[in-house]
Every structure is written in structure tokens, then in C-alpha cells.
């Protein structure tokens, strides 16, 4: 984390694209540290708040792309071999790209829109968004969008929170927990729902 932080004062915007397109691709470097430390650098008049979020939306993209297009070229099979192989070097499942795909196939192109704003989700959408040939344009869009509310939120609360900008590790991770509750309540009404043979047709 010492290192990440380091990049990004040193290099600055440059430094931030780098480190959040690094982000995607390796989804155990975590946002939530290095983006709100940007922000927390608007405080002092080192970066600015729009040019953090450009910087960090920047980033996300390129490291979309990098995953959309190996989505796109290797296809299915091989990608989940290769993950089978070398994905543990990345901090890369297979179940984690598992359960991005089933997110993607049932969700349609808004998956790669909401699975930006929901942890190992959010790096992973783009493998399944790329075998599945979604149009790159509309990709993009959708990329944009997404992370630009996640990037903003995180950029804001660190220049809010300045020198405690730490703090916004541990809201994700409250985030992350409430998500996972939701999601899992939804799960079960859904199953339950099912056996009591509801919807009728």
C-alpha cells in the first residue's frame, strides 16, 4: 500500500492512471486505498478533484479493456484453463469468474454498468462482457459511466476526510458487508418465492 501510495504522489495523474488500471487487472490492489489518497492530495493542493476522477476513470478503462479484450480473443475455454493455470499469480479465481459470467448472462450489458460498483465483480464484468462479443462502443459507455461513480465517491470522501482519508478502507469493507446481505436476501426470497410456486402461470 506504502508502494501504490508512493506511485501516485510522485507521478501524480499519471501515477493514478497507472495504479487504478493495475487495479483491475490484479483485483488485490484495492481502489478504495489508492483513489480516496488522491483525493486526499486535492486537500493540499497537489491534484484536483475533476483531475483525480478523469485519472482514475482513465485507468479504470484501460484496465477494462485489457480484460474485455482477452474475454474477446481467447474465448471461454481457454481463458477459464489459463485461470485454472496462472490465476492464483494474479489473485484471480475461477469461481470469481464464475460468478461474474452468471451476473453478466443474467443482467445483460447493465451488468457491466452495476458491476462497477460491486466489489470483485467490478474488475471481473469485463471478461464475460468481452466472450460474449458486447459491442466495444457501448463497453465503453457503460465502463464510463459506472466507474465514473465509483471513482467520484471514493475521490470525495478522501478530499472530505483529508488527512483521515484511511477511514474509506472501512466504509468499503461496511459497503461490501451490507451488499453481501442484501444479495444473499434477495437469493433467498427468490428460492423461496420458486417453491412456493410463485409466479403462477
Not at 49 to 59: D, K, Y
Amino acid at each position: 500500500m506504502d508502494w501504490l501510495t508512493q506511485v501516485v504522489e510522485r507521478w501524480g495523474y499519471l501515477g493514478l492512471v497507472a495504479v487504478v488500471a493495475l487495479e483491475n487487472l490484479f483485483p488485490p490492489i484495492p481502489s478504495e486505498v489508492v483513489i480516496p489518497f488522491a483525493g486526499f492530495l486535492t486537500s493540499l493542493g497537489v491534484l484536483t478533484l475533476p483531475g483525480v476522477i478523469a485519472a482514475s476513470t482513465a485507468g479504470s478503462v484501460l484496465g477494462a479493456l485489457v480484460l474485455y479484450g482477452l474475454g474477446r480473443v481467447l474465448g471461454r475455454r481457454r481463458l477459464e484453463a489459463l485461470t485454472r493455470r496462472y490465476g492464483h499469480y494474479l489473485g484471480v479465481h475461477v469461481e470469481q469468474v464464475e460468478k461474474a459470467e452468471a451476473w453478466f448472462s443474467r443482467h445483460g450489458p447493465w451488468a457491466v454498468l452495476a458491476g462497477r460498483v460491486v466489489p470483485i465483480v467490478r474488475s471481473l464484468i469485463s471478461i464475460p462482457a468481452g466472450i460474449a462479443e458486447m459491442p466495444a462502443a457501448v463497453f465503453v459507455v457503460y465502463t464510463v459511466l459506472g466507474t465514473l461513480v465509483w471513482n467520484t465517491a471514493l475521490a470525495a470522501a478522501g478530499a472530505a476526510l483529508g488527512a483521515a482519508w484511511p477511514l474509506v478502507q472501512e466504509w468499503v469493507r461496511v459497503y461490501q458487508h451490507v451488499l453481501l446481505v442484501v444479495i444473499l436476501a434477495a437469493a433467498a426470497v427468490g428460492i423461496g418465492l420458486r417453491l412456493a410456486g410463485w409466479p403462477r402461470r
